[in-house]
């Protein structure tokens, strides 16, 4: 369960999270919505502890997050797999070893036949063939980037999958494709996902709840089918986008 009580923060006097307070359940695939720069990546970066929140409190799995302290930050993060904007993959090696990398981090010791035989299977749930793994980031289209930072994610065996706008700069074809897994990932490793994006198609699509924020606070907190419904006026406004 993520825990999200009374939540502020400011950059430059400029309040970016205003008060926000919401609670994930275990299992839950929940889509935070907004347009850009309302709060929804600072919210997500800040429930792993990579960015520190001015007042309330941030709970994962009953642990707090607190970024002074690296033992409780250490553990919360093991349970936790970020999946970035921009995939954020390492140019200089290969798809391998960037599936490896957060194994690698955090010291986990495996055989090379069980290495292999795990990162093989993260990248086979992502719809991506073994053929990619000796080629590098660069060679890959921004799709298969995307999905092989996922593998990256998952091969933590997180408890947690977080996602910061996952579908930006992709083509229709690719978005639907991306949407399909994070459904598939959530519904068969019943994993707690997390979704920001202003992507109100994919929000539609992927989330069982979708949360709106707006200045920094949340004005709807329901399910797919009550937003279409909503009389909030930023969510009508997403609507018309339909």
């Keep these: 369960m993520i825990q999200i009580e009374k939540v502020t923060k400011s950059f430059n006097e400029r309040k970016v999270l205003d008060n926000v307070s919401l609670s994930i359940e275990k299992g839950e695939c929940v889509f935070i919505l907004g347009k850009s720069g309302v709060g929804k990546s600072v919210l997500l970066k800040a429930i792993v502890g990579l960015i520190e929140i001015d007042c309330g409190s941030i709970t994962v799995g009953g642990l707090k997050v607190d970024p002074t302290s690296q ?15 921009f995939s954020a993959l390492l140019d200089s090696v290969n798809v391998f070893e960037n599936i490896c990398f957060g194994l690698r981090a955090r010291g986990l010791k495996f055989s090379e036949e069980n290495l292999s035989r795990l990162v093989k299977d993260k990248l086979a749930i992502t719809g991506l063939s073994e053929a990619v ?4 980031p660069t060679e890959l289209s921004f799709g298969a980037q995307k999905r092989v930072s996922i593998a990256r994610a998952l091969a933590v065996e997180p408890n947690y999958l977080l996602f910061d706008e996952p579908t930006t700069g992709m083509d229709p074809i690719a978005i639907q494709g991306i949407n399909r897994l994070i459904i598939e990932l959530s519904t068969q490793l019943k994993v707690t996902t997390v979704v920001v994006s202003h992507d109100i198609k994919s929000a539609l699509e992927v989330g069982k709840r979708i949360v709106l924020l707006e200045h920094g606070r949340v004005v709807f907190d329901d399910k797919p089918e009550n937003f279409k419904n909503s009389t909030v006026p930023l969510a009508r406004e997403f609507q018309l986008g339909l």
């Design 133 to 136: 793994l000796e080629r590098y």
């Design 71 to 85: 033992e409780t930050l250490s553990q919360v993060r093991k349970g936790c797999g970020l999946v970035f904007q």
